[in-house]
């Protein structure tokens, strides 16, 4: 099985950084930053606007530039069976 990356964008450098998906609901986006004993969770919620997912990690603030009716349809597209609305 293969892991799942998005880029999200660190606000404060708007560096963009690869990371890995743990899980994937509309309601929010759990990540895992880092590899091995230094990877850290983090989870991101949808903006206000709903633009967006924004969360911190270890005081940084990330976004996930995709709006929430574009992650629905991504998890519509990757398990057709598991999400229903």
Known sequence: MKNETIQ??????RQLMEVVVFDKR???IQLVIGS???SVKCELTPTRNGLA????VMGREVVYERSREQVEA????????????
Request: net charge positive; glycine share 8%.
């Open 8 to 13: 999200v964008r660190v606000t404060e450098t």
């Open 26 to 28: 509309p309601s929010s």
């Open 36 to 38: 091995g004993v230094h």
């Open 53 to 56: 997912y924004a969360g911190s």
């Open 74 to 85: 991504d998890i519509a597209r990757l398990n057709p069976r598991e999400f229903r609305r």
